[in-house]
Every structure is written in C-alpha cells, then in structure tokens.
C-alpha cells in the first residue's frame, strides 16, 4: 500500500518480460505479508519549518514537500493478466526517500486485496473533491488513519515474518547504493538503528532480510518507522519497487544445517522435567525426573545453557521450578500457550544465537513435529531418553572457565535488559551508564583454550569465517609479523569474560582477522575495538582491513560502514576496506578502554 490519497497515477510501461517474470514469480512465492503504507519524505526534513527555509522545498497538495518528481506512479505491465500485482516506478530527488510507519502484522492475500480495493476507492473519492482545500484536510484525514491503523494493528496475532523482502528493478547501466535504516519512534531506543547498505545491480534485484536479524536490534513490538534511501542516483533515473514487506514464504528453507555443537537445551516442563501435569494433577502430586537436577548442572559446566518452552500458566510453572530447587538453571524460559516454534525464536533472539544451536526435548511428539516443521535446523529429543543427552557428540565441547560462568553471563544480560527497559534516556545513555569497560591485551598462552572455544563458536560476528586449531593459534603468537589482541569486557552488571579476537598484520597495517562472541553485541563494543585500533595505526599510513563478506556476518559488517570505510578490492566474498590516514576517527566515548 501507499499514499494513494496523493498519488492515484497509473502508468502503462513495457517492463523487460524476464524482469516483470521475476516479479511474478516472488509474487507467487508469498505465504502472507505485511501492508506497509509507504509514502515521500526527505532525509533533511525539518518540517514545517523546512517549508519556508529550504531551497529545494516543493509543494504537494497537502502542504508536504514533493522529493519524488512525478511522485509515485503505479505501474501497470502491457498485456499483464495478474491484476493483483503491484508495481511502483519511483524518480528520487535530491534527499528523497521512501518511508513508511513500521509494522510486521501478516495478512493473507485475500484481505490485502480487499484493502487495497477499498484504499483506491477512498483514493478516488478524494480525489474527486470540489476544492483543494477540502482535498488538502481529507488527504491529511486519510494519512493519519493509514498510520494510526498500522501502529493499532501492530502484533495482533502470533505469526512472526519470515524476512523482510525487497524487489527493486534498477534499468541503468549503473550500480545504485541503497540504505535501509529501521528507527523506534521512542527516542529511548532511536539512536541504536539497524542499519543495511546494500547495491542495486542493473536489472532485478531481490534483497531478503531474516527477520531475526531486525529484531535484535529493534523492538518491533513498539513503533517503528522504515527508510529506503538511494544514494548518488540521477532524477532521470527511475527505480521500480514489486514487495518490499514483511512476508512469510511458501517454502521458506532457513539454513537447516545443524550446528557441530548444542549452545542451548529448551526443555519441556510436563513429563519431561517432572513426571505428572502440572495443570491437572498439582504441584503436590508432581515428581520431579530422576537425575534431572545433575544433568541440568553438568550442562552448565560446560557452558550449555538450559531455557523452557512449555505450554503452562506462568506463575504455576515458576512456582514448580522453584519448589524443585531448579529455578535459577534456565534463562529467558518462555512458559506461554503460544505454538513452541514461537518460544523457540524468541529465546534464540534473547539470548542472540542462531536456533541451529538448540536441542530441543519434549514429550510430546505433536510438539516436536511443529518444531520440525517450523524450525528444521533444530535438533529434537523424545523426552525419555533424556539421560543420554550428555553422551551426546554435540556435547563434547572444551571446557574453559568463560564456558562455566556461561550462564551468569546470560543471567547478566537479563538484569541489563530489565534495567534497559526501565531506563528515562536513550539506549547510549544507558549503556554510558553501564560502566563498559573493554580490556585489550596481547595474546598470551593462557588465552589459548579460550580463544580457541571463541573461534569455533563465533559465527555472526566472525569476520574471517576461520576456525583456528589449537596449533594455528600456536602459529599466530608465535608470529612476530602479527599482533595479536585477546578482548576481555565487563560493567557494572558483571564480567563479560573473553568476547573477541582480533589480528593485525603490521607490515600491512591491516587488520586480517575479527571476531566478537554475539553476547556483545549492540553494546557498540566493536565500535569501541576499531576506534582503538586506528588510533593506534593510523599514525602509519592508510589502515586497511580485510575480511570474507557472508549471510551470516554481512550484518554485522555495517560496523564499518559506521567508520565510512571505503571498499578498494572486491572480489567473490573478500572485501577490502580502507580507512585513510588523515580522517577523523569516529569516537563515541561510551567505552573505557584499558590498555594491559
């Protein structure tokens, strides 16, 4: 959907048959999807001001500043059958951008075509009003009820999206940079955006954002608003939009590689945790399992954190863990009547790892085929073999002594995202007030089980992809060519431990290698890191970096576009960035840095 009250053009255009294809085809490929009402605004707006003290303003009907040049035109194929489709044919001017009010709530087709139909039926209504000035106030009527309705309508339901799609048609010869940036309304938490930069190849492209990956940094379940703004782009040069929405795909395959190793056991609670019901037989009458209590223990010194997903009456459940002494074993439990796969989503965003790290144990084998269905990358247990767990291959894992204090790093995080939540200032404040301490020292041999465990458990913040031996990182200390930095964090919540690695290459001056545990993240940590670093290199000439541009990191990576790095090489999936001597370093100050 879009600002049809302004704009009720529609074009007929002859789009190339292979790109229109393209279109249809992801069309077809969509379960449900958002009904985003996207709409003209300006990177520099300042508005009402701006109205009156900016050259480039130019009026709409509705008082508002035109920053598209024929506004948005809806494209209509020649000898196209699918009347459903939407395309838009956008001409961006100076600052232009298109926005919406954010809102992920998923709808099936049938209701987003009757929308739609009743939108263009009010579109045409008020376009036929017998003055400009009514037209102006029924315009400014109609926007505030299509923004209103989307913040009202916001999480109705339980169907988490998918991704966010974007399908844009680029008809130049030329390479278009295009910026994502999704914003909270709420000042609290609107300086922490999320932020993607990606390039519009000539002809079509499709750009697919898991949802998960928004979600760790926004809070989708408060206002939000979505900006996609073009970069360097001619005004006759048109861009054409299919979706671009929140959508659940017909046959959406994350990836369903399991990993080598289990981060986290969900556990069911009714015969699963304890034998009995606890809705219909009581607490009094529930036992808990026989050496459940040693394997939830063993599990934690191993640094395997335990969570729930049961369906149960909270303030029952909880009461129950705590009656059996095992309360304090599970973070972020999520004990709801919601479907499981939801629980299971959301204790992997909380606890900011991927679901291809959990085992999952339940009795019930309704409930692990809604897993496997939903969530395929997750491994499955029948809850009566749960004393073999242990035995598991997926559980050997090194044991260090981050790995033991595992779960009162997550327990941490917990107090650090309530006392957030409560927090009067923006999200930086807060994290000024947190007291965030980063230690860098040398590698040293002491460091080596840890750095080790980091390096094969690292994979969203791994910039390299390299999984170092315990011999390679013999090899690197014993380098002199190489320095080499082992990162230790805390604040006034507690000890983060060891949570990054990085090396640098000095007679390149180029950082080669980068890698951060995923509990860091948003802590503007590794932002902290490469201020560091480029104090410290610049003084010798351009600094480079290099690294190995992947789904899992490519996220992640925006850090450097945060320092406005520039790409010098790009080939495949290496990236090349430098940073040239000269330049200011970006420094927010929100980290101490302690030199060791």
């Known amino acids: 959907m879009y600002e049809t009250e302004v704009y009720i053009k529609t074009v007929q255009e002859n789009l190339p048959q292979q790109v229109f294809n393209e279109f249809l085809n992801t069309y077809q ?10 709409t ?35 494209v209509v194929q020649k000898n196209q059958k699918d009347k459903g489709y939407q395309i838009l044919k956008i001409r961006f001017k100076k600052w232009g951008v298109l926005a919406t009010q954010g809102n992920n709530e998923l709808y099936d087709f049938k209701e987003i075509e009757n929308r739609t139909h009743k939108d263009f039926k009010i579109s045409e209504l008020i376009h036929l009003a017998p003055s400009q000035f009514i037209r102006k106030k029924l315009i400014q009527k109609r926007y505030s009820q299509k923004k209103n309705r989307i913040i009202d309508e916001q999480n109705k339901k339980a169907k988490i999206p998918d991704v966010f799609l974007m399908e844009i048609y680029n008809p130049s010869q030329s390479v278009i940079p295009l910026g994502l940036v999704i914003r909270n309304d709420d000042a609290k938490y609107s300086k922490m955006p999320f932020q993607y930069r990606f390039e519009l190849k000539p002809g079509y492209n499709k750009e697919t954002i898991p949802f998960d990956e928004i979600a760790k940094r926004i809070k989708t379940e408060l206002p939000y608003r979505i900006n996609l703004i073009p970069e360097k782009l001619d005004s006759d040069i048109p861009l054409y939009f299919g979706i671009t929405e929140f959508v659940q795909l017909k046959d959406y395959k994350p990836k369903v590689e399991k990993s080598k190793k289990v981060k986290c056991v969900v556990w069911d609670l009714d015969h699963t945790i304890w034998d009995g019901i606890l809705v219909e ?108 767990l242990l035995d598991l291959e997926e559980f050997q894992v090194p044991v260090t002594q981050d790995s033991t204090n595992r779960k009162s790093f997550y327990a941490n995080e917990e107090k650090r995202k309530k006392v957030s939540d409560n927090y009067e200032g923006d999200y930086l404040e807060f994290l000024r007030t947190c007291n965030i301490e980063l230690e860098i020292e040398s590698l040293k041999k002491e460091h080596f089980e840890r750095v080790y465990e980091l390096t ?129 370093i970006p420094n927010d100050k929100l980290i101490t840095i302690l030199e060791k």
């Open 29 to 38: 490929e969509v379960k449900s999807m958002s009904m985003l009402h996207w």
């Open 40 to 74: 003209e605004h300006c990177t520099e707006c300042a508005m009402p001001t701006c109205f009156t003290t900016c050259d480039l303003y130019a009026p709409r009907i509705d008082g508002k500043c035109q920053r598209f040049v024929e506004g948005i035109e809806r």
């Open 281 to 388: 037989d009581g607490l009094e009458n529930l036992k808990l399992k026989d050496g459940i209590k040693s394997i939830l223990s063993q599990l934690e010194q191993k640094g395997i954190v335990n969570s729930i997903a049961s369906k149960n009456n909270y303030d029952s459940a909880i009461e129950a863990l705590k009656h059996f002494g095992i309360d304090d074993f599970f973070v972020y439990p999520k004990i709801s009547w919601l479907p499981k796969s939801k629980s299971l989503k959301e204790i992997a965003l909380d606890l900011n790892v991927n679901v291809n790290t959990f085992l999952f144990v339940d009795d019930s084998e309704f409930e692990r085929k809604e897993i496997q269905s939903i969530l395929p990358q997750v491994r499955l247990m029948d809850a009566i073999h749960y004393k073999t």
């Open 456 to 584: 094969q458990r690292t994979n969203q913040m791994n910039f390299s992809g390299n999984r170092y031996t315990k011999a390679d990182i013999q090899s690197i200390y014993q380098n002199e060519t190489l320095s080499s930095y082992v990162l230790r964090c805390s604040d006034k919540f507690g000890d983060y431990g060891i949570i990054g690695f990085g090396i640098i290459e000095k007679s390149k001056n180029e950082l080669i290698d980068l890698m951060f545990s995923c509990r860091i993240q948003s802590k503007r940590i590794e932002h902290a890191f490469i201020t560091y670093v480029l104090e410290r290199y610049l003084k010798f000439g351009d600094f480079f970096v290099t690294y190995n541009h992947t789904e899992r990191n490519k996220f992640s990576a925006q850090v450097f576009n945060d320092f406005n790095f520039e790409i010098i090489k790009q080939e495949g999936a290496l990236r090349v960035l430098k940073f040239e001597q000269g330049r200011k």
